[in-house]
């Protein structure tokens, strides 16, 4: 008995082994949405992207939520050669999206390492900006991005029809339309692809209960897929445990959607990597 017990567990570690050879090898990832921002990661970016690196994520994108966190977003872009950052006001935010810092994230969006416009949006979960300021941000954002010739980053909680009606009048004047962290079912995310817009998953999509989200996923083709860890929140299965998600953990949420859309994970990986490449033109 115990020699059956340990030929298993040599089995399945060998499996752990080589699954991490791929990912050092053959696979490379991009984090197109992380907070690189927030608090908890202090003083610890350069291991974070140091393990980002090992993990085979090349790239992050780190998302802006209002002027000041865009422009420390720049900074951390400036400092770290594979990072790149977004710019904008997250509809939380748009209570103070006023006129003059709208046109500093119009100049925010004019620096090399500019990705896109956002994350911009609806959020009538929090409501901690009114529908109608979050309306007004976020048309003005739009205008903004239609002038830059930029790619928005879309966050809609509880507001998909409100997004979608706004949104859809700029499907055809944007060079590219991220609907970030889906957490809508597959008939919303039929919709997103007949506007041509891109649907990205984060861990949600790793969860135990989450069916729903990954019967979307299963909807998108490989040409209209994403994924980020939107971190330092959600992290995916089996890291739930970690309370501060980060770059590294992506290459679950990859795994995931090559489970659901019964694909090879380096395959995945590979269709993830060209996806954001071209969308994000990073
Ligand atoms: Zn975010």
New binding site residues.
């Given amino acids: 008995m115990p020699l059956k017990k340990d030929s298993g567990n040599t089995s399945s570690s060998r499996k752990k082994n080589q699954l991490k050879e791929i990912s050092q090898i053959i696979m490379r990832l991009i984090d197109h949405?992380a907070?690189l921002t927030s608090e908890q990661y202090h003083g610890s970016l350069d291991e974070i992207n140091y393990r980002a690196g090992k993990a085979g994520v090349e790239k992050i994108i780190t998302?802006g939520t209002d002027l000041q966190d865009s422009l420390e977003s720049l900074e951390i872009a400036q400092k770290y050669e594979n990072v790149f950052f977004t710019a904008g006001f997250h509809p939380h935010e748009a209570k103070s999206a006023d006129d003059q810092s709208l046109e500093q994230i119009r100049l925010l969006l004019r620096e090399d390492k500019a990705a896109a416009l956002g994350?911009i949006g609806l959020d009538y979960y929090y409501e901690f900006s009114s529908k109608e300021q979050q309306k007004n941000a976020f048309a003005k954002q739009l205008e903004i991005a239609v002038q830059e010739n930029m790619p928005v980053v879309i966050?809609s909680r509880d507001a998909f029809e409100n997004t979608a009606e706004i949104l859809s009048k700029y499907s055809e004047k944007l060079p590219g339309i991220v609907i970030?962290?889906f957490g809508e079912g597959p008939e919303q995310a039929e919709y997103c692809l007949k506007q041509g817009w891109y649907v990205s998953f984060t861990g949600v999509v790793t969860f135990k209960n989450a069916e729903r989200t990954r019967q979307a996923a299963a909807v998108v083709p490989p040409e209209k897929l994403l994924a980020e860890t939107?971190c330092p929140y959600m992290s995916p299965a089996p890291l739930r445990k970690y309370k501060t998600n980060e770059p590294s953990f992506i290459v679950h949420i990859a795994e995931k959607l090559a489970e659901v859309k019964g694909l090879e994970v380096n395959q995945m990986c590979e269709i993830l990597w060209q996806n954001a490449e071209s969308v994000f033109r990073i």
């Fill in positions: 949405h907070h998302v994350e966050h970030h962290c939107d």
